[in-house]
Nanobody, 121 residues
């Protein structure tokens, strides 16, 4: 089985910073893209940032210049450094990973359990 475990969420004041981590474990042959979605109450899930196994990145327009996504392939871990946080960043954040479990498997998307980020004064 494959598991993605998230950590690093919490309460922070506007202008503060948080770093989220998400580690994949289990039977894994390879991981292509990894990234983060977020969902606030009453709103649809939104892609925040994504990164390929080669290091190419993309970001939502609302977080460009403030957030940085990175990964450690040796640890099967993806990170999201969040700076200059705003109240509108408040949401549950879910990591994902596109994983092949064997050499001949099709890639499948796996999800973390979610971690709450709250930005409030």
């Amino acid at each position: 089985q494959v598991q993605l475990v998230e950590s690093g969420g919490g309460l922070v004041q506007p202008g503060g910073s948080l770093r989220l981590s998400c580690a994949a474990s289990g039977r894994i042959f390879s991981i292509d893209a990894m990234g983060w979605y977020r969902q606030a109450p009453g709103k649809e899930r939104e892609l925040v940032a994504a990164i390929t196994d080669g290091g190419s990145t993309r970001y939502a327009d609302s977080v460009k210049g403030r957030f940085t996504i990175s990964r450690d392939n040796a640890k099967n871990t993806v990170y999201l450094q969040m700076n200059s946080l705003k109240p509108e960043d408040t949401a549950v954040h879910y990591c994902y990973a596109d994983i092949k479990r064997t050499m001949f498997s099709i890639g499948m998307k796996y999800w973390g359990q979610g971690t709450q980020v709250t930005v409030s004064s």
